[in-house]
């Protein structure tokens, strides 16, 4: 595609969002662009957020809280009550941060909108309401949400070529990852809080610099160096040493208090990465290295909406403690296609536990496993798949009884079965449970559930089908 091609696509796309071209001024050329990651995914700590808004100096905090296999989980929760739907964290973050940012002037940008952006918006704005805070000026980024689209098209799945008709009632959501450009217009109509659906995780950190910066959309080089700033902060704490660390091989300082990372970031697309200052863990070579690697099939054709990035010719080099310089990074021309996340019903899952310690601990848990799987074939329980586990060494009794043992002192039998309904799951749990008196001698701590299974496939579909939109609400 070429780029008045595309610049004609995103003009329909998006509905004729103004598309920045680049016209470098001499302040832009010398600023930089402060941008604190505020969450890697959407339970994470609240804490280190706060600290990024306090002491980070930061232009933008972002928060990326959005899985794959979430927004289904929340279109669900939608679909119960038209009034959720959206991170159960959005108002707590946002009551936590919004004082200081408005204080500050930093901007927020989030897809903690999930799959009800519309409504996290309204209790975002009741939150500000409380607290005081006015001039806010809120963005909601809808249409991502393309489950009717995707209905009435033969859709090919990614993974395996099957049509999306297979799946058919058991359709749960479908959205389209979105890319910059509507964050980018929302910013330039002075929004100061950004609240988006299904967005690509690096976009969210791509957008502010295009904004900033002023860069052509159509420079792909530009834009994969933006890539590759927002893939190393998009995880958070997993750039400053979260999931990195393995002590005695990889140490980490301070883990309890691990700060998350900011991206310095130069009008040419060169950042440093960095954290604040005293916080916990680090940002070394390694830690940023592992993060450029994470979740990436081809370092050299990285799709998102914005631009196939190549990551291949990426520096990093140690500027400093706690301070790595990122160089390199270019692009292609983007693809005119969407990729659509989708989540449907898969099956059920049943599980119980139980555990057994002290001599013969393993005897026992073996025996306990193999009564349950041969009840499971008396009753007749129907299960696509069965998995039957020992775990532990010493979480029942502590290291020194455990230590002592010349065997392992202790293990948890876990059982758990995949099945085609909810009944189904439910007897699996049942089961080991009644070895509380129907088994080996010792059993203890029995648990037991079963759940629906949401499992997550994917399509392309075309960036001209799918119509964004913006509504605003001023606080």
């Not at 929302?186 to 969210?204: E, H, K």
């Not at 900033?212 to 159509?218: H, L, R, S, T, V």
Request: charged content about 25%; overall charge negative; aromatic content about 6%.
């Amino acid at each position: 595609m070429g780029c008045l091609d595309y610049h004609d696509n995103l003009q329909h796309n998006y509905r004729g969002f103004p598309i920045p071209e680049r016209r470098l001024k001499r302040k832009e050329v010398m600023k930089k662009v402060r941008i604190g990651s505020g969450a890697g995914y959407s339970g994470d700590r609240i804490e280190p957020a706060v600290e990024l808004a306090e002491k980070g100096e930061i232009d933008y905090l972002v928060f990326e809280c959005l899985a794959e296999r979430t927004i289904a989980i929340d279109q669900q929760l939608k679909m119960k009550d038209p009034e959720e739907g959206f991170d159960p964290l959005l108002v707590e973050r946002m009551k936590r941060v919004l004082p200081i940012c408005r204080r500050k002037g930093t901007k927020i940008i989030t897809n903690m909108g999930a799959a009800n952006p519309l409504w996290g918006m309204k209790k975002v704005v009741e939150a500000a309401r409380e607290l005081g805070i006015g001039g806010l000026k809120i963005a909601t980024v809808l249409g991502d949400d393309v489950l009717a689209l995707i209905k009435k098209g033969d859709y090919r799945l990614s993974e395996d070529g099957r049509s999306l008709k297979d799946l058919d009632s058991r359709l749960v959501s479908a959205n389209a990852y979105l890319g910059a450009a509507p964050i980018v217009s929302a910013l330039q109509s002075g929004a100061n809080l950004v609240i988006t659906g299904r967005t690509a995780d690096p976009s969210l950190f791509i957008a502010p610099l295009i904004y900033e910066f002023n860069w052509d959309m159509c420079d792909w080089d530009i834009l994969g160096r933006g890539t590759v700033i927002g893939h190393l902060l998009e995880c958070a704490g997993q750039v400053t040493g979260g999931y990195f660390s393995d002590p005695g091989y990889k140490d980490v300082p301070e883990l309890a208090r691990l700060g998350f990372p900011i991206a310095e970031v130069s009008a040419d697309g060169t950042a440093v990465i960095t954290k604040v200052t005293d916080s916990g863990g680090m940002v070394t070579i390694s830690t940023c290295k592992e993060q450029l690697l994470y979740e990436i099939h081809d370092p050299s054709s990285y799709v998102t909406p914005d631009v196939v990035a190549d990551f291949t010719g990426v520096q990093l080099k140690q500027a400093g403690n706690d301070r790595v310089l990122v160089l390199g990074g270019r692009g292609k021309p983007a693809t005119d296609t969407f990729k659509v996340c989708i989540g449907y019903i898969d099956s059920f899952i049943g599980e119980g536990q139980i555990s057994y310690a002290g001599p013969g601990a393993v005897e026992r848990a073996t025996l306990a496993r193999d009564i349950v799987i041969e009840r499971l074939n008396l009753t007749g329980v129907r299960c696509d798949e069965v998995r039957a586990d020992l775990i532990g060494i010493n979480a029942l009794h502590g290291p020194v009884l455990s230590h002592a043992n010349p065997g392992p002192y202790e293990v948890r039998l876990r059982v758990a079965g995949r099945t085609a309904s909810m009944l189904e799951a439910a007897r699996i749990g049942n089961e080991v449970e009644t070895l509380y008196t129907n088994g080996p001698a010792g059993g203890g701590g029995a648990t037991k559930s079963a759940r629906e299974v949401i499992a997550i496939v994917s399509t392309l579909i075309p960036k001209n089908l799918v119509s964004p939109e913006i509504i605003y609400e001023v606080v």
